[in-house]
């Protein structure tokens, strides 16, 4: 398999984009991505903590660990 | 064992088609399976939300991490 | 010990046959086996969902994640 | 510290005969250990499936995941 | 760091010893230690499962899977 | 991919500024970053335990194990 | 980065001081140190278990799995 076709790489593709993390505490966070690695960590900023798709709180910039994502809603 | 014989091959088979996918939070994604790789880390298209039967959410393209999936459905 | 006596080697033995594999989240999957690998990852066709001995869901072709996987009734 | 001395090595020397194991769900199998490896990765003959102490179900054959077992009683 | 030093080492010196370990599923089992690994992988011969300090059941001798255990109490 | 862009660099260029930790636990840590490691193991000084943003408990030096932690909120 | 810098290593520089550990079931241990390794696996002695601030039991020593573990607070 190309490297291209990886899926960490449709995250890499969408540096500094708005992105959506459902973590596996039941939280999203939104927030543009400034960083990530192929264990899916990963920096945001401007990063909101959203639940019931209520923003629950601002953050400013949060890294979050990759073993706890679900999901990311990445922009097409 | 041969590769062509591998779960993960029936995966990247289906590359293209609808698929549904149930992660550890009890939850169904259900899309178009973009890319994969043999951690079945995976990106859908056109992605749905659903919860007992019924759609939650549209999510558009989502990264869904491999190791917090319980099953895939795929087209026959 | 020779590779016949590993316990994966007691599923790779039974392709083609009804296995019925019990999830980490309670459910069970009765159907055809027709893939495995060492990390008992594995696909079933004509794949059945039960909860409490009743039929939920038909899937039609299932690929499940080994590491969810508590246990695989295999036949004799 | 001897190949024979492991906590693994008494798994292997009770080999056809009858065991009873703990999984992460809280259920007990008991059956004859026929195969296992030094993931605790086992299958039982004549496996029952026990819980609060009463049989809940009999399976015949069973493959049972290293990963998700707390104990296995072994005869002396 | 010396082997000496190492933490697991601390098991190995009371092999024969009575040691009580506490699981993940909230029991514990007090037994005479009779082999152990690395990985804390370990036996107990004359085990005693139990539950808010009652012994809960007697199981003569048990292989306990390493990584559940939370502690291991050992005499000084 | 340049080490200067990876998440957790994002962490090391925060040493000795204040820090907000969430845990798998639910609680949150605030506290001046002092150490930290690729596995986001981390040390933190003036360390005190929220929960719903009360201050719950004042630790002061307090070692943090990486694969427990869901997001860590940086200044920027 | 220094090995010396490692959070890590913080621990090691206490060993013989009092510490206080939080594991993954809630409860908190706390003793003087007495080993540990890179795992945050560790022993304790004149160790006891807490919950809610109240003693709860009294163990003398005890060995404690690294991967359980949330947190260390570690003297200054």
Redesign the interface.
């Known amino acids: 398999?190309s490297t291209e076709?990886?899926?960490?790489?449709?995250?890499e593709n969408v540096v500094n984009d708005v992105v959506?993390i459902?973590?596996?505490?039941?939280r999203i966070?939104r927030g543009r991505l400034?960083?990530?690695?192929i264990y899916?960590?990963?920096?945001l900023?401007d990063a909101e903590e959203l639940e019931n798709d209520q923003v629950r709180a601002k953050?400013?910039?949060?890294?979050?660990?990759?073993?706890?994502?679900?999901?990311?809603?990445?922009?097409?």
Chains 1, 2, 3, 4, 5, 6, 7 share one sequence.
Not at 5 to 11: E, G, S, T, V, Y
Not at 22 to 26: P, R
């Open positions: 398999m076709k990886m899926p960490i790489k449709a995250l959506s459902k973590l596996k505490d039941n966070f400034t960083r990530c690695d899916m960590n990963l920096t900023a953050y400013g910039s949060v890294l979050i660990r990759g073993n706890n994502i679900l999901w990311i809603r990445i922009p097409e």
